[in-house]
Structure formats: C-alpha cells, structure tokens
C-alpha cells in the first residue's frame, strides 16, 4: 500500500489526503449545497416578509392583483414576479435545498455501508447524525415560511406532534410555534431558519471538518494511480483546490440547471393558507415524507401509561424517528463489540459485502424508511392503481412489518455469499 505525497505543502495540509473514489464527493457536494442555499437565502431575506398580516398586493402577478394577502406570501409574490431575477433565485435556493439533503442522507448511508464510523471517527460520525437533524429542520422551517396552503397543514401536524409529547408537550409545543394559531407562528419560524439554525449548522459542520483533518479521512484501499502504483489516496494542495473548484462549479451549473427547467417552488397558483382552509392534494418537501407516513401507518391509538398519553402522533412523529435515530446511533457500538478489527484497518474503507450484518441493517433501514414514505403518498398511490385508499393503507401496513426484515435476511445472505468472492 503506497500514498502519494508532496513534502513541500505544510505538515497539515500533506497529511489531509484526499479519497480517490466517487462516492467520498457526497459531502463536499452538501457542503457546496449549504454555501449555495446560504448566499441565496440572504438575498432573499432582504424582500421577504416575515408577517402574517394582511396587505394589499400590488404587483405584477394578475392573479393577485388587488386582492389582501398574508404579507408573507405577497412577498414570495413579489419576489416571484416583480424581483429582477427573484424566481430564478428561489427555484435555485429550493434545488439546493433538494440536493443539499439528498447529499448528506446518501453520505450518511456511505459512511454506515464502508465502516467510516469505527474507532476515533465515531464521535464525528454522531456529529453527522445531528448535522443531518439540523438540515431537515432548516428545510422544514424554509419550506413553511411560504405561507401557502402547505404551510397550514404542515405546522398544525409540527404542533400536534410537539404537543404529543408526553410531560412536557404543552410547553414545547408553545416555545415552537408560539402557539397552535398558525398565523403566530412565521416570524419564530422565520428566525430559526434565517440565524439559529444556520448558526449551529455552521458550528456543527466547522466541527465535523476539524475532526476530519484531525482523524483524518477513510481510504479506498488498493486502487491504481497514473503510474500503475497502488495507492489508497492523493495528497491534498494545488490538486485539491483544482478538484474542490470542478466541484463547486458543477453542483452550481446544477442547482441553476434544475431551477431554469423545473418549475421549483412555484407557489402562485397554490395560494395563500387561509384558515380553515386546507387541501389534501398538497404534500411536504420529499424528505418529510417519512414522518407524514409513518402517521398514516401506524394504528391510531390513545391510552395512557403512567400518566403519558399514548397517541399516534406520538407513534408515528416523535417515538418511530426517536428509535431510527437511536437505532443509527447504537449500530456503531453493537458491532464494535462483536467485530474488532486492527487500528490499521479502521482507517480503511471497508466493501461492505465483507461485512453483511452490517449490509443488513442498513437495508433495514432504509426499507423502512421507503415503506412509511410511500404511506404519504398513498392516494396518489390508489389513483394510479385505481383501488380503494384504504386497501393501499392495507398493503403498505403488512410491507411495513414483513419488508424490513425479508429483505434485511436477503441482502445478509447476498453480502455473506458475495464476501468470500472478495480478495483477501
């Protein structure tokens, strides 16, 4: 096993190598992601209105013309209709949003499959579990200070699932969201998304960054440089700024591509929330898919064990998550215990068919996740198929239970049939 290397670059930096295998970009593609969603949310917070106050709107949009409006949502109108740039600029903020936390799931599930999270590295690891809270959350928070008709189903669940929570659930609920009327609740949302939140996230990644330089990175073993040496990784310097620039550039043209051809956040034809009114044709961000379902799937329920209410927004939105959370964070130290490995071989990037437990548990949860996804959808579901809502709900219930663990068991016997092709 060789490494190249290049004396003349400070100690630090010749000791920060790079990874030469695709799958090692996910995170600085989040990274790039977050810098993107940061210059063009500032921009945008200088039109936006933080008030649910009614105004009378003035602009260019005829639908609106004249009509009274939530400030907050005539400012998203405005900035959609009369901003020089303004719509290009949101669809842009909303694809970075996209890709941002796609990046960070997809690198979450790298670093479980090739074993990144053993030895030293595991602190760093939990640290990515919170950034990851830390970026739904932003997205949660962003995607409801539109104040459209979203907006009033997604924060009366936020606040029924706050307010589930037993003991403390009044008191939480109502620092959240300032109570359960939706109209208090945009200018709180608006400063967790705008400072508090980017704030920490900033502070998290700075962080998670340092211990990477610190422990640093996994290694792919094994792979041929130009000069047909094995090597596991490149030094960073001049090649690292060349190659972190290529990046940068692609994933912008992306995010500008993905906001010029797909209409991304076009609320003008949504309309405003309204109370009272609501509509069951409107969903969340793709990625609060999972939290929606899962109170679809799960039985409604309310019985009380000592003293807490049992609910199933309590289930399915706050004890469901809790357990995949825990689950992902205590999978690290079960098989530390039953797997040890050299303190070489703990900075190596591992194939994860030579370790199937871990194959299977990973399987598991993502399965999971699809099943009570796909709950959130389940009238769209019914339409295409053209059965009953209520039989889908059926089917997506029995997945639930018996799909995690058929196709966890599968994918085992597939890892441990696959390891011993592996070379030595």
């Known amino acids: 096993m060789s490494v190249q290397q290049s004396p003349t670059r400070p100690r630090w930096l010749r000791e920060t190598f790079v990874p030469t295998h695709w799958s090692f970009l996910l995170g600085p593609v989040a990274v790039v992601c977050f810098v993107v969603l940061l210059l063009t949310g500032l921009v945008l917070t200088f039109f936006y209105q933080p008030s649910t106050e009614l105004v009378e709107y003035d602009g260019s949009a005829a639908l609106y013309a004249g009509r009274e409006l939530p400030a907050a949502f005539s400012s998203v109108v405005t900035i959609s209709h009369d901003v020089p740039g303004g719509l290009l600029l949101r669809r842009v903020h909303r694809a970075a949003s996209y890709l941002f936390v796609a990046a960070l799931l997809l690198h979450v599930l790298r670093v479980l499959l090739a074993g990144a ?10 640290l990515g579990l919170v950034l990851l809270a830390l970026a739904l959350a932003l997205g949660w928070t962003g995607q409801n200070l539109v104040y459209d008709i979203v907006t009033g189903s997604s924060v009366r669940i936020g606040y029924t699932i706050a307010a589930s929570i037993p003991y403390v659930g009044a008191e939480l609920a109502d620092l959240l969201f300032a109570g359960p009327d939706v109209d208090d609740v945009v200018a709180r949302l608006f400063w967790l998304h705008v400072l508090l939140l980017p ?5 998290g990644l700075a962080a998670h960054l340092w211990l990477v330089v610190r422990h640093r990175h996994t290694v792919v073993p094994r792979r041929r440089g130009d000069d047909g040496r094995l090597l596991v990784a490149v030094p960073s310097g001049a090649g690292l700024r060349s190659r972190a620039g290529l990046l940068a550039g692609l994933v912008c043209a992306l995010v500008v591509l993905a906001g010029t051809l797909v ?11 309204l109370p009272g009114v609501a509509g069951n044709d409107m969903y969340p961000d ?6 929606e379902g899962a109170i679809l799937l799960l039985p409604a329920v309310d019985f009380t064990v000592l003293g807490a209410t049992i609910t199933n927004p309590l289930l399915g939105g706050v004890l469901l998550p809790v357990v995949l959370g825990a689950a992902a964070l205590l999978y690290p130290l079960l098989e530390r215990l039953f797997r040890r490995r050299s303190a070489a071989d703990l900075d190596l990037s591992e194939h994860p068919f030579r370790a199937p437990a ?8 993502v399965t999971l996740t699809v099943v009570i996804s796909l709950g959130a959808a389940s009238d769209v579901i019914a339409e295409i198929a053209g059965m009953p809502v209520a039989d889908v709900i059926r089917i997506l219930r029995v997945a639930f239970l018996a799909a995690p663990p058929v196709l966890a068991a599968g994918m085992y016997w597939y890892a441990r049939r696959r390891s011993r092709q592996l070379p030595a």
Do not use: Q, S
Not at 199 to 203: E, I, R, T, Y
């Open 117 to 126: 999270f053993r030895g030293r590295r595991f602190t760093n690891y939990l």
């Open 199 to 203: 704030v920490a996230f900033v502070l």
């Open 263 to 273: 209409p991304f956040g076009d609320v003008t034809h949504i309309g405003p929330f």
């Open 286 to 291: 793709w990625y609060l898919f999972p939290m």
């Open 358 to 365: 871990r194959v299977a548990f990973v399987t598991l949860l």
